[in-house]
């Protein structure tokens, strides 16, 4: 079945500690997103990917990194400047045409200790 | 004030109610998406309309572009219709397609 795979789902981490997150589409998808929910707020855009070796920053992308180097992956890297990390992530894509309808994953739960 | 309201935030509800969460925005947009958040956070698409309205099995969902308002309706509610229900709307056009979320809206169906 096609789908959207993220992992981890629960990750610890320590403060000062990178941790990359994993996305990975087999829908064939160009465009893939990622954001981050805090508890109260909606979604908010971190990164975004039209195509592959591309990629934007959304409304928070400060303190995290994102690659595309395949079209399947997306991998978000949290790094340590990025300064209230614990949050849930959350992976989406669609196709980049006016009917796209958005694809997310399962989410990852990032607590630092 | 946000680009995105939604009402109720939570809402209870007896199994078999008829259930309306609404959704207004304050911005143009090309599309609007209903969208369902489980409790363990995966997220599925319901819908995406841009006019009128769209069925599917139980739920309904309603657009009114020029009162920049949606509905989103549950007939013969089921404690597994329990869930966030989010609504968001594709703003701006090109290659950004920016998505304004809202804050969701908490429903429980009890039986």
């Known amino acids: 079945d096609g789908g959207i795979t993220q992992s981890p789902k629960y990750l610890f981490r320590k403060e000062g500690q990178n941790v990359t997150l994993s996305c990975e589409q087999n829908l064939n998808h160009d465009a893939m997103y990622w954001y981050r929910q805090d508890p109260g707020q909606g979604l908010r855009l971190i990164y975004y990917s039209q195509i592959v070796n591309d990629f934007q920053k959304g409304d928070i992308a400060e303190g995290y990194s994102v690659s595309r180097e395949k079209k399947e992956s997306f991998p978000l890297t949290v790094t340590s400047a990025q300064k209230n990390p614990t949050a849930f992530y959350l992976c989406a894509s669609r196709r980049t045409s006016p009917s796209g309808e958005l694809f997310f994953g399962e989410g990852s739960r990032l607590t630092v200790l | 004030k946000n680009e995105v309201e939604q009402s109720p935030q939570n809402l209870t509800a007896q199994e078999g109610e008829f259930i309306t969460i609404n959704c207004s925005y304050s911005?143009?947009?090309?599309?609007l998406h209903w969208l369902q958040q489980h409790p363990g956070g995966g997220i599925v698409s319901l819908f995406m309309?841009?006019?009128g309205k769209k069925k599917h099995g139980r739920l309904i969902a309603t657009i009114n572009i020029q009162e920049k308002h949606s509905s989103l309706h549950i007939t013969a509610s089921h404690p597994r219709d329990s869930a966030v229900y989010i609504c968001?709307?594709?703003?701006?056009?090109?290659?950004?397609?920016?998505?304004?979320f809202g804050t969701g809206t908490l429903l429980a169906v009890q039986p």
């Open positions: 309309l841009s006019s």
């Open positions: 911005v143009g947009i090309s599309a």
């Open positions: 968001a709307v594709r703003s701006g056009g090109g290659a950004t397609n920016k998505l304004i």
